[in-house]
T-cell receptor
């Protein structure tokens, strides 16, 4: 069984400020973890993913996330927010055992950037 | 990179009619397709998983006779919403995976279905 909890359904930050979106996971087997971004009426775009290599993962658009097993967390950060970062962000988990690879999504965090 | 084309992007249909949504992997073989439903301002809920040439596996609570999924080839999967009702109005998104590429999911751009 696996699940994802995203703390904060809405996050607002000023342009140029640090972005921190929180994600905690639960998984009975070692997980793969993902962050996706969704713009209105569009599909999901992969920002980054953790696949048991380096615990600090760098993604597109300046985002990065750190896998912390002891805290079961995979928080997403960006040092300086840009207006174009305003979107919905989803954290997701999948198990690593072959044959059961469906993604389970968190409830999402809407990021608003204040000019 | 991997691309999944989903059509149509928007569709409006009358209550009682059926609607087909197509999802095509353009540059890779999609051994597995996932179909999701997303209500406004909510997360993605997995409806079903289909493997090429096999019957789809539906999640609990999803009516298999209402949401028909076909995955007859390695590049095409379809979702047909049969006898659509206004409560079926939603955003539907497909995701394709190649079993040779671990932890790699490519999403379609979604279909906004409105049943009137």
């Amino acid at each position: 069984a696996q699940s994802v909890t995203q703390l904060g359904s809405h996050v607002s930050v000023s342009e140029g400020a640090l972005v921190l979106l929180r994600c905690n996971y639960s998984s009975s087997v070692p997980p793969y973890l993902f962050w996706y971004v969704q713009y209105p009426n569009q599909g999901l775009q992969l920002l980054l993913k953790y696949t048991s290599a380096a615990t600090l993962v760098k993604g597109i658009n300046g985002f990065e996330a750190e896998f912390k097993k002891s805290e079961t967390s995979f928080h997403l950060t960006k040092p300086s927010a840009h207006m174009s970062d305003a979107a919905e962000y989803f954290c997701a988990v999948s198990p690593t055992n072959f044959g059961n690879e469906k993604l389970t999504f968190g409830t999402g965090t809407r990021l608003t950037i204040i000019p | 990179g991997a691309v999944v084309s989903q059509h149509p992007s928007r569709v409006i249909c009358k209550s009682g009619t059926s609607v087909k949504i197509e999802c095509r992997s353009l540059d890779f073989q999609a051994t597995t397709m996932f179909w999701y439903r997303q209500f406004p301002k909510q997360s993605l809920m997995l409806m079903a998983t289909s493997n090429e040439g096999s019957k789809a596996t539906y999640e609990q609570g999803v009516e298999k006779d209402k949401f028909l999924i076909n995955h007859a080839s390695l590049t095409l999967s379809t979702l047909t919403v049969t006898s659509a009702h206004p409560e079926d109005s939603s955003f539907y998104i497909c995701s394709a995976q190649n079993s040779r590429q671990v932890a790699r999911y490519t999403f379609g751009s979604g279909t906004r279905l409105t049943v009137v």
